[in-house]
């Protein structure tokens, strides 16, 4: 159990580093609750990354409005660092009407993404 702890921990970690080198802040949630809650607005859309309470899993959620937005689940244990890399890159060029362009970059380094529908984790493949 300390163990798996201690990983999630390390997790957290690469996770608020990686983003927040790209430009990425805490969120309200995250610096409230000091939990890995990062976002980032490039002025078209809010996108927002944090981690479940699965180990191993994170959200990425890209919202054009506060009620419109969608979710993913992306389990990525050992791929996290390829996976931030992956959705900085596109950070500043995703939209709302492009991103399902950009999940295909996603899909590509880890094959676990899953649309969350708040029931739901539905799988996402590159289509």
Avoid: C
């Avoid at 995703?94 to 708040?118: C, H, M, R, W």
């Amino acid at each position: 159990m300390a163990e798996e702890a201690e990983k999630q921990k390390e997790f957290e970690a690469l996770l608020i580093k990686t983003l927040t080198g790209a430009g990425w802040k805490k969120s309200v949630r995250g610096e409230k609750l000091g939990k890995a809650d990062m976002e980032f607005n490039n002025g078209e859309v809010t996108l927002q990354v944090h981690t479940r309470s699965d180990p191993g899993w994170i959200i990425f959620s890209i919202f054009e409005s506060p009620e419109e937005g969608s979710d993913f689940a992306i389990r990525a244990p050992n791929e996290l660092a390829t996976v931030l890399n992956t959705i900085t890159s596109f950070q500043n060029e995703i939209s709302f009407d492009n991103y399902k362009e950009y999940l295909s970059q996603l899909v590509a380094v880890s094959p676990e993404i899953y649309v969350d529908t708040g029931d739901d984790l539905i799988p996402l493949k590159d289509e």
